[in-house]
């Protein structure tokens, strides 16, 4: 069987998911997970878009060991070097170079002939394999770009030294067929095709992305760009979880293998859900809340008889295992620590202690604790940033026919300041009263509340979406908060926001 090579660009296409920003310390944790799962090749970022960008890319490659670790860079000078700066402490570092090859992006964008095209293309790769042997190049809207001239391309940058070339759907136009047939015929008429890895990037926009990359991988494609939970521009990309488990599920008719811990793949898709804010929907295939619920007598009936009459594969292939009610007020530290332990998690000495803090707190106010709870918690901890503001109190007064206000007390850097306000409902009196105890004049463009188990007393999970009504345009920070109170959580996740956008912006922003 051959094997089929991962390359995720969760922290690359998927973080330019609108309403996503990952800061450093969530993309490092997101990469570990990646290595852990066992993706391939891990594209850490556009290094040159940001110092922020160059710096995540960095720590990613400095950290991880068995993924190759890529930049993303356009086929020009300075980007290359920007991106090999980013990548060259890999171990195994990858350039990542890109130039569109359609007529409409040739003539509306680059302004440039094909002719033009081709050389930079030629140049560029020449340019990249001085750093670094390992150079991908994607011909960028390449199902829209006419076939001859696309042949043309990949043939001179393999001859300059590309040792991946890239197929990508760049908007998620074309369809299974046609999309196979191309492939298959890169693999028949451009010469030393079969000596590189032929790679294929695609778009959701049709609903197709996975559909279209195992049609090219049954015609001869051996990498496929994919993100978790199909996060990316616009529609997103192929679901790397969907392609991996099509593939298991389907091995008699794929007949392809490949390196992922298919175990891994619920966790892998909770973290990412966790720090990007954005959670799949129910029905998602694989990962959606109701992807292994039965809800149909008929269907329960056989499934409780013989699991195969309706489930094609297990929950338990993913990792998705029976919640178990683990741990309660009386479990000591021993028993946290081992199930921390079984749960994947490595934490230090000072970590662990924090942690079963938490848990106890958590076990005053909820009987049983699952392991859903302790990863919420964890990772709540985990993705934590520096607390500039601390909430000390908040007290709310809300009813059917009262205004409700909202008294909040909140510590900066030793100081306690406490502010009222009323609002619509108590979340947004208790937003108010925060807004005006830290002078600060945000937006809340989105509040979503979620239970993290069943149960009356389940922790509630709260993300929210602020930007700042200051600046125009401005980039939109996110903000988490778990707690059995939901009012607690929603003030945890708007401070929360807050702190990210000090720790970015620093804390001229607030008026105090
Ligand atoms: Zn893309």
């Not at 979340?427 to 979503?448: C, M, P, Q, V």
């Amino acid at each position: 069987m051959s094997i089929l090579k991962i390359f995720d660009t969760t922290l690359r296409d998927g973080e330019q998911t609108p309403g996503v920003n990952l800061n450093l310390h969530e993309k490092l944790e997101i990469a570990k997970q990646l290595e852990k799962v066992g993706v391939d090749i891990i594209e850490a970022g556009f290094a040159i878009a940001s110092p922020g960008d160059f710096e995540a890319v960095k720590i990613v490659a400095e950290n991880i060991k068995d993924s190759k670790v890529a930049s993303l860079c356009r086929a020009v000078e300075k980007d290359i070097d920007r991106a090999y700066e980013a990548v060259r402490n890999a171990v195994s570092p990858r350039i990542h170079t890109f130039l569109a090859t359609s007529d409409i992006h040739m003539k509306y964008k680059l302004r440039m002939t094909e002719d033009e095209v081709l050389e930079r293309s030629i140049n560029m790769v020449k340019y990249a394999k001085k750093y670094c042997n390992d150079v991908e190049f994607s011909a960028e809207d390449a199902s829209r770009t006419r076939v001859e001239f696309l042949f043309k391309v990949i043939e001179e940058v393999i001859k300059a030294g590309a040792t991946v070339v890239n197929i990508p759907d760049t908007v998620g136009y074309t369809t299974p067929e046609e999309f196979g047939k191309l492939i298959r015929s890169i693999k028949e008429k451009v010469p030393n095709s079969d000596k590189i890895d032929l790679s294929v990037h695609c778009h959701n926009d049709l609903g197709l992305a996975v559909a279209n990359s195992l049609a090219a991988i049954i015609n001869g494609a051996n990498q496929i760009e994919c993100t978790i939970n199909g996060l990316g521009e616009r529609a997103g990309n192929a679901a790397m979880e969907e392609i991996i488990m099509g593939l298991e599920t389907r091995k008699d008719y794929y007949g392809f293998t490949h390196n992922i811990d298919t175990k891994q793949i619920y966790r892998t898709s909770e973290i990412v859900s966790r720090y990007s804010g954005i959670r799949s929907q129910p029905n998602k295939a694989i990962v959606g809340d109701n992807a292994f619920a039965h809800e149909s007598g008929i269907h329960q009936h056989g499934v409780l008889s013989e699991k195969t009459t309706y489930e094609i594969m297990t929950p338990e292939s993913i990792g998705l295992a029976k919640n178990r009610m683990v741990l309660g007020k009386l479990s000591g530290k021993h028993a946290f620590e081992d199930r921390l332990v079984e749960l994947g998690y490595n934490l230090s000495k000072d970590e662990i202690a924090l942690a079963f803090d938490e848990f106890k707190k958590l076990a005053d106010k909820k009987k049983n604790i699952t392991d859903k709870d302790i990863e919420a918690l964890i990772e709540e901890r985990a993705s934590e940033i520096e607390e500039y503001i601390e909430m000390e109190s908040f007290q709310i007064n809300s009813g059917n026919k009262l205004i409700s206000t909202a008294v909040i007390r909140v510590i900066v850097k030793d100081r306690v300041i406490t502010e009222s306000a009323t609002g619509d409902g108590p979340i947004d009196a208790s937003f108010n009263a925060i807004e005006r105890a830290l002078g600060i004049n945000i937006k809340l463009e989105e509040y979503t509340l979620r239970a993290v188990t069943g149960g009356k007393d389940a922790l509630g999970e709260v993300f929210v979406r602020v930007l700042d009504r200051n600046v125009e345009n401005d980039k939109i920070y996110i903000g988490r908060g778990i707690s059995t109170d939901v009012l607690e959580a929603s003030v945890k996740a708007y401070i929360n926001a807050i702190n990210r956008m000090i720790s970015e912006k620093g804390e001229d922003i607030l008026n105090i």
